[in-house]
């Protein structure tokens, strides 16, 4: 199986990220977070780093896990759905019944973010309305 999944982003080309520790979300641009110099990402709100991989927002993981059952309940219902045995005699009998999909959730994005230009790397991000520069951790080299 190899599906590929479609991250939105916003009308601007920031992805939406989510921290691993506390949970909170922020946006960065797509070439920023895969470049090679970014070998960790850092937490806007906590500071807290981590691989980039871990800031997959949750909702994205939800809708890659309902993708990838879906795939599975195909593949079982392929295999199985015409099996109906019975054994003779023996009063075993197999029968099995269609699994159903689930629709995987619709990913969208939060237009509501606030820019910020961090002066350290010469980057921007987004971030809730109510984080001011002093309290914004550099997510490219931590700096507050």
């Known amino acids: 199986m190899n599906e590929e999944i479609s991250i939105p982003s916003d009308s601007e080309g920031f992805y939406s990220l989510e921290c691993p520790y506390c949970g909170e979300r922020f946006k960065a641009l797509g070439g920023d977070i895969d470049a090679e110099d970014t070998l960790e990402i850092y937490c806007p709100s906590c500071g807290l780093a981590d691989d980039s991989n871990s800031f997959i927002p949750q909702d994205v993981i939800e809708h890659a896990q309902t993708i990838a059952m879906n795939y599975?309940?195909?593949e079982m219902n392929k295999t199985f759905g015409k099996a109906k045995r019975s054994m003779k005699g023996s009063g075993i009998s197999f029968d099995f019944k269609k699994m159903k999909e689930e629709k995987p959730k619709e990913l969208t994005?939060?237009?509501?973010?606030?820019?910020?230009k961090l002066h350290c790397c010469d980057k921007t991000i987004k971030v809730h309305g109510d984080q001011t520069t002093d309290t914004i951790y550099c997510p490219y080299c931590g700096v507050n």
């Open 72 to 74: 599975m309940k195909q």
């Open 109 to 116: 994005e939060d237009e509501t973010m606030e820019q910020v």
